[in-house]
């Protein structure tokens, strides 16, 4: 079983960034693939980033405001947000695959965060 709790969430000003972490539990970190997603009130969740070794996998919505990274050292997965809009506004979840591939789909995904809220005011 593997545990994740994210943190990092809150309210910014559009414009603004902020570094959403991810801690999991588990001793072969290292074999995981991370991924982000994101679910907006009343929308499906969605992908936002995904790592599996060092270089992470974007969605085209957020290609080149976020960074997606790891420290295997410190079990967790860090999403960099900068240039922040009002429609990032979401819950943010983080999602494991032990021993995978990252996907841009949810399905695969055999564990999960409890999520946190990211607001981003105009």
């Known amino acids: 079983q593997v545990q994740l709790v994210e943190s990092g969430g809150g309210l910014v000003q559009a414009g603004g960034s902020l570094r959403l972490s991810c801690v999991a539990s588990g001793r072969t970190f290292s074999n995981y693939a991370m991924g982000w997603f994101r679910q907006a009130p009343g929308k499906e969740r969605q992908f936002v980033a995904g790592i599996r070794w060092s270089s992470g996998l974007y969605a085209d919505s957020v290609k080149g405001r976020f960074t997606i990274s790891r420290d295997n050292a410190k079990n967790t997965v860090y999403l960099q947000m900068n240039s922040l809009k009002p429609e990032d506004t979401a819950v943010y979840y983080c999602?494991?695959?032990?021993?995978?591939?990252?996907?841009?789909?949810?399905?695969?995904?055999?564990?999960w965060g409890q999520g946190t809220q990211v607001t981003v005011s105009s």
């Open positions: 999602a494991a695959r032990p021993r995978q591939w990252v996907t841009t789909t949810d399905a695969p995904y055999d564990y």
